[in-house]
């Protein structure tokens, strides 16, 4: 069942209160520390009109609500508050704060620049590539848990070189210049791998990991034909086997023969180059033979010596793009000025994402007049092209998001505003094909609900899964996370990756259908294959392939008892159950305790590598400090419970989890194993789970730091998600709703000085 | 025989390179006169040692000529013991809370090369200083393609929040531009390469004059655009822009220096293949393009964060299997107390590797690279068990100053030594972030 009011989740409370009977829990339970001549943290709640203070500071009143929350206050050992007198007093102070807040209207970051990740499909939605266009820029700063906080990213001289040089690149794949064939060799000095054998490389292991590869550089699009020679060595009784790999493609296996002074013979190849630039080469060893006999050692080995390249051979097709056929409908050469103009703007209006000005135009045709035109001789179309490229990529109409926000003109606030909104916040992308039409026709924000739908249906919500749950739970960390194997056997690249595809196909699970936000927290369900089947004990699950299990009769339920979450919630060679109280409390339950004091002292016992039973006693001891006890009775005893899991998430032996008994939480509750806790989540804590997605993915959405000016929107959000059964669907709708620049519809103006449209 | 490029330096550089003159920041023409008394540049480096060392390993004995026998960390460095000198007794005093609670690695790491408080934040205003690396490079830079370059070997970033309620920007960045706008390091040395030379094959080189006029043709129009949006927004947002603006202006500078000539590569030079998959070998690759940056005068300032502070980086190859930051937590226990001494020797293993190629490779001049160099190789965290910011571990290397001493002060900012680096390349400012005067003696 569903639990839909706050207060009936402590059955005890009573009445709602109003300020003036709060005097009376204040004076109780607070103001010995915090009232007199030196109130402690310099707060005085004595004899204040708390209504009037509330207003006057609501950044200090969220701190005391969530002092409360958390049981951080009253200190432990001061008079203990109970939840009866608790959370009408809670529900009073939110109450205030929403209420001022009212009036306030909620927003979103005015002016973002792209992140990388919007950056990288951005150019591949714009260009229509499937480049990784985000390797070559720094990474970004995050700020409030996302990267794409308005905030936080900043624009250095680096960044804006990265830009050019990716709109160069961009430039050459967009539109294919005319390379003439030549022949040139690579040395396989230059190549990486292997062992260095003179101008050789020797490759004495088979397999891919232990082969020779270079990046090699190829001028223009086409066919080329390579030349690889080999020789080898002989032993056993098998000629030496070589494999061609070009990017990541097998071009195909040869036979060896050892010949006398390793004079290498020719395999040719052709491949097809798809774009100038950078393509890998492999050279694999496939059947590796080693023997130690009395008359010494047999070994078969793999010389490479280089590669031959002649190339390329263009036919007609190796000139167009899907750029040139859809912005231009040809191949430039054959193109009147008109067209080349339209094709332009045509591009440029949908890199800006609206229409563009008069200026915009005549500055982006004055740029490739000037670039393409040459005295007496026929213009240099590609070459102003290219420059008009580099101009629309390098612009700041490009590579900042202008969608509105608080300090922008509402009449700026227009249809393509709202779409740009729109697909940023659930494709990480620019928006598509259907989004500009409405934009164009004003037609958006009448069809905003049958538009979220179709948004969420299509493939690129997944980004959602990617860069907002990725960091959210962190489960993009799983990327970097090392394990230590000698601890943890099992913990290696293969399962690290496997756990992150669960999580994030658990989530996208609950996103595509729509199911209640609630089975984050206690879904009985998840998806494995065989590696992870194998490492949660689940049977019958074979491949690589995964799909949907139910976890009835194991200890796992919702996100927070996947691997992957208490991976990267621990030390690569042991668990901390306060990293994973925390994580709980942070991302799930919003009951974050405020951060530690400095020079914290250490835990005693804990040194090596410490069991569960030594983390429990460790952390037992701790607590008897009443300093850090007010935080750690939050977090300690949810941790605890998942001491049943160890360091890469699997499920311990009965000896090592007889040690973990019930531990007693902050609000009474008594946890000793994860079935308890999905209970205890499920019964006590959905409405601040929903409260707290809430939180989170509006930050996501607005692109800043939430205040307490945002609590009547949060409110909202919390309100009309649990009104609709706490459907996926049902907040991404609510936060659309507070936080996207929905036009005010008496005031929307046409835009008037522009020349072409998406 | 006067070399070449002294010649220029010395009497013409103004009629040589007409240009020249407009970009340099005022009395900065001065300086690289005066300074450059061999005639070559004066080139600087700021390399980070993240999460303290162990300091009985570190002591450098008594002021004066370092000791015979170097400490077991510094011992890397012995055989260029006439390029190091030792610097004790410096302190970054921002580094401490002062009132922001927790949060001791954001801040140190920020602190380094500002001297300034991080404001505690996390993201909506950031605030901490412009770093000396930045002000070092108005006076150094005049004449090279690159401002300063900056790179750091962690190529991952934690997701959600860094430190304490501190942004990841204090975190992960070391050069800041200005107080809100950190420089972002590169971590691809790949990538490295390619943005010092704009391609990473000669045939796609052969392409670079033709790309630079282009990229030159298109800087008004983007002013234009940058102008009109900067209209449409409010002050909070010119901040952005106003960076956006100043991004511009120096790509400008580096498209008006000339095409870069790719013979200058030495022939055995590899291009890196992309992110070494051993630590040992990716900090070398960085030191070699850093090597490189100098050689071919790309570049006279760098900065190389190898790991922040907190870093929780394992060393297979050391087989040290925990993380460093959690390591140097070590609260006295004698086997995690080795892994440290293991990681602090490997990380002085591959400065002294770089230090050796410094020494022996020729700059324009004929001289060793090295002696044109001041290089600070140093943490803002002296002790990583009890995060002090007092004591900190510190070298001053390269021939720009003489070498083979231990430089001892009694708690001295660290800003200080900042001031007398300026000093040494002749330039000056009154102040930098909390200095209270120059280092005597350096």
């Given at each position: 069942?569903?639990?839909?009011?706050?207060?009936?989740?402590?059955?005890?409370?009573?009445?709602?209160?109003?300020?003036?009977?709060a005097?009376?829990?204040?004076?109780?339970?607070?103001?010995?520390?915090?009232?007199?001549?030196?109130p402690?943290a310099?707060?005085?709640?004595?004899?204040?009109?708390?209504?009037?203070?509330?207003?006057?500071?609501?950044?200090?009143?969220?701190?005391?609500?969530?002092?409360?929350?958390?049981?951080?206050?009253p200190?432990?050992?001061?008079?203990?508050?109970?939840?009866?007198k608790?959370?009408?007093l809670?529900?009073?102070?939110?109450?205030?704060?929403?209420?001022?807040?009212?009036?306030?209207?909620?927003?979103?970051?005015?002016?973002?620049?792209?992140?990388?990740?919007?950056f990288?499909?951005?150019?591949?939605?714009?260009l229509?590539?499937?480049?990784?266009?985000?390797?070559?820029?720094?990474?970004d700063?995050?700020?409030?848990g996302?990267?794409?906080?308005?905030?936080?990213?900043?624009?250095?001289?680096?960044?804006?070189?990265?830009?050019?040089?990716?709109?160069?690149?961009?430039?050459?794949?967009?539109?294919?210049?005319?390379?003439e064939?030549?022949?040139?060799?690579?040395?396989?000095?230059?190549?990486k791998?292997?062992?260095?054998?003179?101008?050789?490389?020797?490759?004495?292991?088979?397999?891919?990991?232990n082969?020779?590869?270079?990046?090699?550089?190829?001028?223009?699009?086409?066919?080329?034909?390579l030349?690889?020679k080999?020789?080898?060595?002989?032993?056993?009784?098998?000629?030496?086997?070589?494999?061609?790999?070009?990017d990541?493609?097998?071009?195909?296996?040869?036979?060896?023969?050892?010949?006398?002074?390793?004079?290498?013979?020719?395999?040719?190849?052709?491949?097809?180059?798809?774009?100038?630039?950078e393509?890998?080469?492999?050279?694999?060893?496939?059947?590796?033979?080693?023997?130690?006999?009395?008359?010494?050692?047999?070994?078969?080995?793999?010389?490479?010596?280089?590669?031959?390249?002649?190339?390329?051979?263009?036919?007609p097709?190796?000139?167009?793009?899907?750029?040139?056929?859809?912005?231009?409908?040809?191949?430039?050469?054959?193109?009147?000025?008109?067209?080349l103009?339209?094709?332009?703007?045509?591009?440029?209006?949908?890199?800006?994402?609206?229409?563009?000005?008069?200026?915009?135009?005549?500055?982006?045709?004055?740029?490739?007049?000037?670039?393409?035109?040459?005295?007496?001789?026929?213009?240099?179309?590609?070459?102003?092209?290219?420059?008009?490229?580099?101009?629309?990529?390098?612009?700041?109409?490009?590579?900042?998001?202008?969608?509105?926000?608080?300090?922008?003109?509402?009449?700026?606030?227009?249809?393509?505003?709202?779409?740009?909104?729109?697909?940023?916040?659930l494709?990480?992308?620019?928006?598509d094909?259907?989004?500009?039409?409405?934009?164009?026709q004003?037609q958006?924000?009448?069809?905003?609900?049958?538009?979220?739908?179709?948004?969420?249906?299509?493939?690129?919500?997944?980004?959602?899964?990617?860069?907002?749950?990725?960091?959210?739970?962190?489960?993009?960390?799983?990327?970097?996370?090392?394990?230590?194997?000698?601890?943890?056997?099992?913990?290696?690249?293969?399962?690290?990756?496997?756990?992150?595809?669960?999580?994030?196909?658990f989530?996208?699970?609950?996103?595509?259908?729509?199911?209640?936000?609630?089975?984050f927290?206690?879904?009985?369900?998840?998806?494995?294959?065989?590696?992870?089947?194998r490492?949660?004990?689940?049977?019958?699950?074979?491949?690589?392939?995964?799909?949907?299990?139910?976890?009835?009769?194991?200890?796992?339920?919702?996100?927070?008892?996947?691997?992957?979450?208490?991976?990267?919630?621990?030390?690569?060679?042991?668990t901390?159950?306060?990293?994973?109280?925390?994580?709980?409390?942070?991302n799930?339950?919003?009951?974050?305790?405020?951060?530690?004091?400095?020079?914290?002292?250490?835990?005693?016992?804990?040194?090596?590598?410490?069991?569960?039973?030594?983390?429990?006693?460790?952390?037992?001891q701790?607590?008897?400090?009443p300093?850090?006890?007010?935080?750690?009775?939050?977090?300690?005893?949810?941790?605890?419970?998942?001491?049943?899991?160890?360091?890469?998430?699997e499920?311990?032996?009965?000896?090592?989890?007889?040690?973990?008994?019930?531990?007693?939480?902050?609000?009474?509750?008594?946890?000793?194993d994860?079935?308890?806790?999905?209970?205890?989540?499920?019964?006590?804590?959905?409405?601040?789970?929903?409260?707290?997605?809430?939180?989170?993915?509006?930050?996501?959405?607005?692109?800043?730091?939430?205040?307490?000016?945002?609590?009547a929107?949060?409110?909202?959000?919390?309100?009309?998600?649990?009104?609709?059964?706490?459907?996926?669907?049902?907040?991404?709708?609510?936060?659309?709703?507070?936080?996207?620049?929905?036009?005010?519809?008496?005031?929307?103006?046409?835009?008037?000085?522009?020349?072409e449209?998406? | 025989?006067?070399?070449?490029?002294?010649?220029?330096?010395?009497?013409?550089?103004?009629?040589?390179?007409?240009?020249?003159?407009?970009?340099?920041?005022?009395?900065?023409?001065?300086?690289?006169?005066?300074?450059?008394?061999?005639?070559?540049?004066?080139?600087?480096?700021?390399?980070?040692?993240?999460?303290?060392?162990?300091?009985?390993?570190?002591?450098?004995?008594?002021?004066?000529a370092l000791?015979?026998?170097l400490?077991r960390?510094?011992?890397?460095?012995?055989?260029?013991?006439?390029?190091?000198?030792?610097?004790?007794?410096?302190?970054?005093?921002?580094?401490?809370?002062?009132?922001d609670?927790?949060?001791?690695?954001?801040?140190?790491?920020?602190?380094?090369?500002?001297?300034?408080?991080?404001?505690k934040?996390?993201?909506?205003?950031i605030?901490?200083?412009?770093?000396?690396?930045?002000?070092a490079?108005?006076h150094?830079?005049?004449?090279?393609?690159?401002?300063?370059?900056?790179?750091?070997?962690?190529?991952?970033?934690?997701?959600?929040?860094c430190?304490?309620?501190?942004?990841?920007?204090?975190?992960?960045?070391?050069?800041?531009?200005n107080?809100?706008?950190?420089?972002?390091?590169?971590?691809?040395?790949?990538?490295?390469?390619?943005?010092?030379?704009?391609?990473?094959?000669?045939?796609?080189?052969?392409?670079m004059?033709?790309?630079?006029?282009?990229?030159?043709?298109?800087?008004d129009?983007?002013?234009?655009?940058?102008?009109?949006?900067?209209?449409?927004?409010?002050?909070?947002?010119?901040?952005?822009?106003?960076?956006?603006?100043?991004?511009?202006?120096?790509?400008?500078?580096?498209l008006?220096?000339?095409?870069?000539?790719?013979?200058?590569?030495?022939?055995?030079?590899?291009?890196?293949?992309?992110?070494?998959?051993?630590?040992?070998?990716?900090?070398?690759?960085?030191?070699?393009?850093?090597?490189?940056?100098f050689?071919?005068d790309?570049?006279?300032?760098?900065?190389?964060?190898?790991?922040?502070?907190?870093?929780?980086?394992?060393?297979?190859?050391?087989?040290?299997?925990s993380?460093?930051?959690?390591?140097s937590?070590?609260?006295?226990a004698?086997?995690?107390?080795?892994?440290?001494?293991?990681?602090?020797?490997?990380?002085?293993?591959?400065?002294?590797?770089?230090?050796?190629?410094?020494?022996?490779?020729?700059?324009?001049?004929?001289?060793?690279?090295?002696?044109?160099?001041?290089?600070?190789y140093?943490?803002?965290?002296?002790?990583?068990?009890?995060?002090?910011?007092?004591?900190?571990?510190?070298?001053?290397?390269?021939?720009?100053?003489?070498?083979?001493?231990?430089?001892?002060?009694?708690?001295?900012?660290?800003?200080?030594?900042?001031?007398s680096?300026?000093?040494?390349?002749?330039?000056?400012?009154?102040?930098?972030?909390?200095?209270?005067?120059?280092?005597?003696?350096?």
């Amino acid at each position: 069942m569903l639990f839909w009011f706050p207060v009936s989740l402590f059955g005890e409370t009573g009445a709602p209160l109003n300020w003036n009977e709060a005097n009376a829990t204040f004076k109780r339970y607070c103001t010995s520390c915090h009232g007199g001549k030196l109130p402690d943290a310099d707060l005085n709640l004595e004899n204040i009109d708390y209504r009037a203070d509330l207003e006057g500071d609501p950044e200090k009143w969220m701190g005391i609500l969530q002092a409360l929350r958390t049981h951080y206050m009253p200190h432990p050992d001061g008079r203990e508050m109970p939840l009866e007198k608790r959370q009408p007093l809670i529900e009073l102070i939110r109450q205030g704060l929403v209420e001022h807040a009212a009036a306030f209207d909620s927003h979103s970051a005015t002016l973002r620049r792209l992140n990388r990740v919007e950056f990288n499909n951005t150019v591949n939605d714009l260009l229509f590539t499937k480049q990784n266009w985000a390797e070559s820029l720094p990474a970004d700063d995050a700020g409030y848990g996302f990267d794409n906080v308005a905030a936080a990213l900043s624009f250095s001289p680096l960044l804006l070189e990265r830009y050019f040089d990716a709109a160069s690149r961009a430039a050459s794949i967009a539109v294919p210049q005319r390379v003439e064939g030549k022949q040139w060799s690579l040395n396989a000095a230059e190549f990486k791998g292997g062992h260095g054998s003179g101008r050789a490389r020797m490759v004495v292991s088979a397999g891919k990991k232990n082969g020779t590869r270079h990046l090699i550089f190829f001028p223009g699009k086409g066919t080329y034909e390579l030349g690889l020679k080999v020789s080898a060595q002989q032993a056993g009784n098998e000629n030496a086997r070589v494999e061609f790999w070009f990017d990541g493609e097998r071009l195909g296996e040869h036979e060896v023969q050892a010949k006398r002074k390793q004079k290498p013979e020719m395999k040719r190849h052709m491949v097809r180059v798809t774009r100038p630039g950078e393509h890998q080469l492999e050279v694999v060893f496939v059947n590796d033979f080693y023997k130690k006999t009395d008359k010494g050692k047999q070994d078969r080995n793999l010389i490479f010596h280089g590669v031959d390249l002649t190339g390329p051979v263009q036919k007609p097709d190796d000139l167009r793009s899907p750029f040139l056929d859809r912005y231009f409908g040809g191949i430039p050469g054959k193109l009147d000025h008109k067209e080349l103009s339209d094709g332009i703007m045509r591009f440029a209006s949908r890199a800006y994402r609206r229409p563009l000005t008069t200026e915009e135009a005549r500055g982006l045709w004055e740029v490739f007049r000037q670039n393409a035109q040459s005295e007496g001789e026929a213009w240099d179309v590609l070459n102003g092209l290219y420059a008009a490229i580099d101009a629309v990529l390098t612009s700041p109409s490009f590579l900042f998001r202008l969608e509105g926000g608080e300090e922008m003109v509402r009449e700026q606030r227009d249809s393509f505003a709202l779409a740009s909104w729109l697909s940023y916040f659930l494709w990480s992308s620019m928006p598509d094909e259907r989004l500009f039409e409405l934009a164009r026709q004003d037609q958006l924000y009448e069809n905003l609900e049958s538009e979220l739908q179709r948004m969420l249906a299509d493939p690129k919500a997944v980004a959602l899964a990617e860069n907002f749950a990725g960091q959210w739970w962190s489960f993009r960390d799983l990327s970097f996370h090392k394990p230590d194997t000698e601890v943890y056997q099992g913990g290696d690249r293969e399962l690290m990756r496997a756990m992150q595809q669960e999580t994030r196909q658990f989530f996208t699970y609950v996103l595509k259908n729509d199911r209640p936000l609630l089975d984050f927290l206690g879904a009985d369900y998840s998806f494995v294959n065989q590696r992870l089947a194998r490492h949660y004990g689940i049977e019958g699950v074979e491949g690589k392939h995964f799909r949907k299990v139910s976890l009835q009769g194991t200890m796992r339920r919702g996100v927070w008892s996947q691997g992957g979450i208490l991976t990267v919630t621990s030390h690569p060679n042991h668990t901390s159950p306060v990293l994973r109280g925390h994580w709980i409390l942070e991302n799930l339950i919003g009951l974050s305790p405020p951060p530690p004091p400095d020079n914290i002292p250490s835990l005693p016992g804990t040194e090596g590598k410490p069991d569960p039973a030594d983390l429990r006693d460790s952390l037992a001891q701790h607590r008897e400090n009443p300093d850090c006890a007010s935080c750690h009775n939050i977090m300690d005893p949810i941790g605890l419970a998942l001491e049943h899991f160890d360091g890469i998430g699997e499920l311990r032996d009965e000896s090592e989890r007889q040690a973990l008994k019930g531990e007693t939480l902050f609000d009474g509750a008594v946890i000793k194993d994860p079935v308890d806790l999905a209970t205890y989540f499920q019964e006590r804590r959905s409405e601040d789970f929903v409260r707290n997605i809430a939180r989170k993915l509006s930050t996501y959405a607005a692109g800043r730091g939430l205040d307490w000016q945002d609590e009547a929107a949060l409110e909202r959000i919390t309100r009309q998600t649990r009104s609709q059964d706490y459907r996926f669907s049902a907040l991404i709708q609510a936060v659309v709703n507070e936080f996207a620049p929905l036009p005010e519809r008496a005031s929307v103006i046409q835009v008037t000085s522009t020349t072409e449209t998406p | 025989m006067i070399p070449r490029r002294t010649f220029l330096r010395g009497v013409g550089s103004i009629v040589a390179l007409p240009w020249l003159e407009s970009l340099m920041p005022a009395g900065s023409l001065q300086a690289a006169t005066t300074a450059g008394n061999t005639g070559s540049p004066t080139r600087m480096a700021f390399i980070y040692h993240p999460n303290g060392v162990i300091q009985e390993n570190w002591r450098p004995g008594a002021p004066g000529a370092l000791a015979a026998n170097l400490s077991r960390t510094l011992a890397p460095l012995e055989p260029h013991r006439n390029l190091v000198n030792v610097i004790s007794g410096l302190k970054h005093d921002h580094a401490n809370p002062n009132g922001d609670g927790p949060g001791d690695h954001a801040r140190a790491t920020a602190t380094f090369l500002t001297g300034a408080q991080a404001k505690k934040t996390g993201g909506s205003d950031i605030f901490l200083g412009r770093s000396f690396d930045q002000v070092a490079a108005d006076h150094l830079s005049a004449g090279s393609r690159f401002r300063s370059l900056e790179l750091s070997a962690t190529n991952y970033r934690r997701s959600g929040v860094c430190d304490s309620g501190y942004s990841c920007a204090y975190v992960y960045n070391f050069s800041w531009q200005n107080e809100r706008t950190p420089m972002p390091p590169q971590v691809n040395p790949r990538e490295v390469f390619k943005q010092l030379f704009g391609a990473s094959d000669p045939r796609e080189l052969e392409q670079m004059e033709q790309r630079m006029a282009r990229q030159r043709s298109v800087l008004d129009t983007l002013r234009d655009d940058a102008k009109s949006l900067n209209r449409k927004v409010g002050q909070s947002d010119r901040d952005k822009l106003d960076e956006y603006f100043t991004s511009l202006r120096t790509v400008e500078k580096r498209l008006q220096t000339k095409v870069f000539d790719p013979e200058e590569i030495p022939s055995d030079f590899k291009l890196p293949y992309g992110i070494p998959a051993s630590y040992s070998e990716y900090l070398d690759t960085m030191y070699d393009l850093m090597l490189l940056a100098f050689r071919t005068d790309s570049t006279r300032v760098i900065t190389f964060l190898q790991a922040h502070d907190g870093s929780n980086r394992t060393f297979p190859e050391l087989g040290v299997t925990s993380g460093h930051h959690q390591l140097s937590h070590h609260k006295g226990a004698q086997d995690k107390i080795d892994h440290i001494e293991h990681i602090d020797e490997f990380y002085l293993q591959a400065f002294g590797r770089f230090l050796d190629k410094l020494s022996k490779t020729p700059d324009a001049e004929g001289r060793s690279l090295a002696d044109s160099c001041m290089l600070v190789y140093g943490g803002a965290i002296s002790d990583g068990n009890k995060h002090k910011h007092d004591q900190l571990p510190v070298i001053l290397a390269g021939g720009r100053v003489k070498g083979n001493r231990h430089l001892s002060y009694d708690d001295v900012p660290m800003c200080n030594l900042y001031m007398s680096m300026l000093e040494q390349a002749g330039g000056s400012i009154p102040r930098f972030g909390d200095s209270t005067g120059v280092l005597p003696r350096v």
